[in-house]
């Protein structure tokens, strides 16, 4: 535990202009990001007698030890550098909303030729109209198939599209007036288009209009007695109708508002916020965070305005934000939102009428979501800590292992060997700290010496962190290369990198960033897929490193039979036993990782061809080769000079083109196993 006070800038250094401060800790780690009108007022709130802090403000600034700041020239700039650092650094004593699921939206794809109506979780793509979120993605499904009637966009997969443009045939929705079949040319692409723009513009709240003219043009058909088109232009305004239903008037026709309501405790707070579009509510959503620093109901709901609109812009944020208590800064916060959305935005808390009363509302539905988390919680923290236990008790540990790290070798009949290493916390799953491994100290298949070169990798490394952080005084004595002290470190492998850059021990280092660094924490428990020798390779890698506070299992997959070392009989769990359910959890997300891994690295591996080899030769200019030519049979049946007859190929790389294909050995002919027919080689190398 430090003393804030040996860290403690004097007075006189510290700016008493807005600015965004870090504090870290002995590592450099940052561990909270704040921000402030006046640097040096809102710092020495810090540094005040421990006793008359928060508890959770002493925590933070005894285990500080140092602060920095940067200076910025308005309140907004330190608002949204805060937001931007908060998202980068992970600070462990900031307030942060975790989504308690993915949201589903109703998306339009206009950057497609033919836009497509469909839902859509996750990240939002450039050129996609969104509207929600929902609650469920069924009722989506229900709005848009009452939809179809009146605006029969398409719907269906590029699959199901490009197989209906092949066959000349639509897909059944075509055949019963769902869709106005664009793939067989019953509708222009400009005609289809002005169908997606309507949809848009009746779910963004413009339905008067569409209801209105249905309805005249059903009184002019009457009245030319073409009862059929009056009957079918009827039931599309009854069914406009009930989509309309479905999200109930609640506000003014007018009106565009997000309502944002909070509900705390203690220990934890939930966040509900309701979307009002056209006056309608047109999608719901909530968050729940742990109370990990001192902060009020003003600050919940600054860092939730910072967490919905800190990714958007334009009229995904809305002309009015209702909350429940301004921020600190609201003018700060208003200018924030304003620039966001390009024009003004009102924040203020409802004061009477029919606002105030949906406001009511949203705050019960916080309360009920604060409630049922806790409900949920308690629950499964009560299930996790009882399978932690029954480990810890099965395994002879002398505490429950609340950080277990799981390995996994696959391959296939021994290619693309790879490994994975999953993490779970607390017995929930950490998928930010999963990584995945490339087997190259050999050559083949041997999952136990894969086993012992991957821990040995993943602990070398731990130990390299440790040394670097100066946690590790002595340097242990492994068998493979551990850098001297003051010898540059490699850095961290990215967080699930690609199949290329997936081996933890290739990076640089970034020195002294503020991130949390990767293997610096070790577990309390190894779980290796496998028995007696994998569990052995994975003690022996331990050994030779120095390692011996680590405990090692294994968990074979046959009889589900926990293996230890040095032991010659396993440990049998109950079938019903929550420890033993918990650690084939664990194995077989284990299994999942590396085998995802070791398919995608396949795959890649298969579409490859020699041009690949072949350097300064991008994708463009191979395509363009393989376009010239028809096939690889043909370009590697080529001359220098007829290949120097493609546009944009010279000389040289003709030259390199053909040394490719000329080094290469030509595969074995495909047979088609069912048919019997040999498979010609296509596009770019592979086989068709």
Known sequence: M????????KPGQIPDSPGVYKFRDEHRRVIYVGKAKNLRQRLANYFQDLAGLHPRT?????TAASVEWTVVSTEVEALQLEYTWIKEFDPRFNVKYRDDKSYPYLAVTLNEDFPRVQVMRGAKKKGVRYFGPYGHAWAIRETVDLMLRVFPVRTCSAG????AERTGRPCLLGYIGKCSAPCVGRVTPEEHRDLAEDFCDFMAGRTGTYIRRLE??????????????????????EALKRAMEKSAVVLADATDADLIAVAEDELEAAVQIFHVRGGRVRGQRGWVTDKVEAVDTAGLVEHALQQLYGEESGDSVPKEVLVPALPEDPDAVSEWLARRRGAQVSLRIPQRGDKKDLMGTVQRNAQQALGLHKTKRASDLTTRSRALEEIAEALGLGAAPLRVECFDISHLQGDDVVASMVVFEDGLARKSEYRRFQIKGFEGQDDVRSMHEVIGRRFRRYLQEKERTGEWEETPAPTGPVPAPGAPVPAPAAPVPGPEASDPVREEPRED??????????PQLVVVDGGQPQVAAAKRALDELGIDDIAVCGLAKRLEEVWLPDDDDPVVLPRSSEGLYLLQRIRDEA???AITYQRAKRAKRIRSSPLDDVPGLGETRK?????HFGSVKKLRQATIDEICGVPGIGRRTAESVAAAFAAAAPAAPAVNTATGEIIEEDDGGSRT
Not at 58 to 62: A, I, W
């Open 2 to 9: 430090a003393d804030p006070s040996s860290y403690r800038p």
């Open 58 to 62: 002493r925590t933070m600034v005894t």
């Open 160 to 163: 199901v599209f490009k197989n």
């Open 216 to 237: 005249k043009d059903m009184m002019q058909a009457a009245e030319e007695m073409e009862y059929e088109r009056a009957a079918r232009l009827r039931d599309d305004a």
């Open 513 to 522: 960033d503020g991130r949390p660094k990767r293997f610096a924490y070790p």
């Open 591 to 593: 299994h999942r990782f």
């Open 623 to 627: 395509q363009a080769l393989i376009k």
